[in-house]
């Protein structure tokens, strides 16, 4: 017998395009994806999966066998207005789907439907783990506490890339996006008249030192053949033209792809936060979250997905890692599996637009293809 993914994914273009619509128009904030998990149980349950929710997550089982396979999809929408003007615009003010995971779960529901429907030709067991809350809610950790990876031998999931042309598969081995962090701090000293700054301790020219300083920990502080961002990107201080405020504060983000530079960043952070203190006659506090860790994909699984991809025809090719970051990282600490991307940057229709942006898209043309290759890497894991 045999099936072929891409022509059933074919088959069921329209359907994958319409949820993805669908999920568009009504997006959900991270852990409130009430109405979009609602709607996967729903058609999941009508499918034959055996279910267990976790909060608005959802972990769904087909098939019996001695090897399983988790396929992953992220549900939550961002808090964007949307400015795209398309008839499945957001009807929600103020959210918007604007990373593509409305697509995610649309893919992933799509490979959903597929492979009950061959599941005679899968030798052990689909999980489908639709989780909440990717957007800086670390909803995969609360998807691996709720059992996500209990007797899973491998993961892969897709997100949608605005960098790689409509419909190629990138795939990339080791270090794919980066661990990521917050900071927030102030300076603290004493507040006066703006004409008497003897009589003060102004933190404001002090935190303008810091920040500067801070760009030294990726300029002078990690070897140039490794990577790291260091960003302040909010600073604040004062209310008034002649008065110096007592505190000056700052907050930002940063990134690496190893641990020890994570390591050096923060340590780097700290010190430089206590000697501004230090020479400036002030007090500081300084509050630093490691939030994410890098995405790391297996060598093997990511060849073994070019593999697969090769056999079913589907094209791929290497992706460039980026800055980003992302939680599918929390399964890659625990089991083999690959991160992939699937190409939605299409020109000629305008879908140019960043992930995060306004007037994001992904060109619903190619969704067949993520869908496509989630059931091909399942049906071949398990051969
Ligand atoms: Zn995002
Ligand atoms: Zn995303």
Redesign the pocket.
């Known amino acids: 017998m045999g099936f072929d993914p891409v022509l059933e994914a074919k088959k069921i273009e329209k359907e994958i395009i319409s949820w993805r619509r669908d999920f568009h128009m009504y997006p959900e904030l991270k852990y409130k994806e009430e109405r979009t998990s609602k709607i996967v149980e729903e058609h999941l349950r009508e499918w034959g999966y055996r279910i267990k929710r976790v909060g608005t997550g959802i972990i769904a089982d087909i098939g019996e066998g001695e090897k399983t396979i988790a396929l992953r999809a992220?549900m939550d929408a961002l808090p964007i207005q949307e400015e795209n003007d398309v008839p499945y615009k957001s009807r929600v003010p103020g959210k918007m789907h604007a990373?593509?995971?409305d697509a995610?779960t649309a893919m992933l529901l799509g490979a959903g439907k597929i492979i009950p429907e061959h599941i005679d030709e899968f030798n052990g067991r689909v999980r489908l783990v639709f989780q909440p809350a990717?957007?800086g809610g670390n909803g995969a950790l609360k998807m691996i506490e709720g059992g996500a990876l209990e007797g899973v031998d491998a993961i892969f999931g897709f997100?949608?890339w605005m960098n790689l042309p409509s419909g190629v598969i990138g795939i990339r081995d080791g270090p794919f996006l980066a661990g990521a962090g917050i900071f927030s701090g102030k300076l603290i000293g004493k507040g006066g008249h703006g004409a008497s700054p003897h009589e003060t301790k102004d933190p404001v020219p002090a935190l303008a030192e810091l920040i500067l300083a801070y760009q030294t920990i990726v300029s002078r502080n990690i070897n140039p053949l490794e990577t790291g961002v260091v960003s302040v990107t909010s600073v604040h201080a004062g209310t008034a033209f002649n008065v110096i405020p007592e505190t000056a504060e700052f907050k930002g983000t940063f990134r690496f792809f190893k641990p020890e530079i994570g390591e050096l960043i923060k340590k780097r952070m700290d010190e430089i936060a206590k000697g501004t203190a230090i020479a400036h006659n002030l007090e500081y506090e300084l509050k630093i979250d490691e939030l994410t860790p890098p995405t790391i994909n297996d060598s093997k699984m990511a060849g073994f997905a070019r593999k697969v991809a090769e056999k079913y025809g589907l094209k791929y090719c290497e992706v460039p890692p980026t800055m980003?970051a992302?939680d599918f990282s929390f399964y890659l600490q625990m089991v083999p599996g690959a991160f992939l991307a699937l190409g939605i940057r299409n020109e000629e229709k305008g879908i140019i637009y960043p992930?995060?942006h306004p007037k994001f898209d992904v060109d619903e043309d190619v969704l067949y293809l993520g869908t496509a290759m989630e059931v091909a890497l399942a049906l071949e894991f398990l051969k």
């Open positions: 992220d990373c593509g995971h995610h990717e957007e997100h949608v980003g992302e992930h995060h």
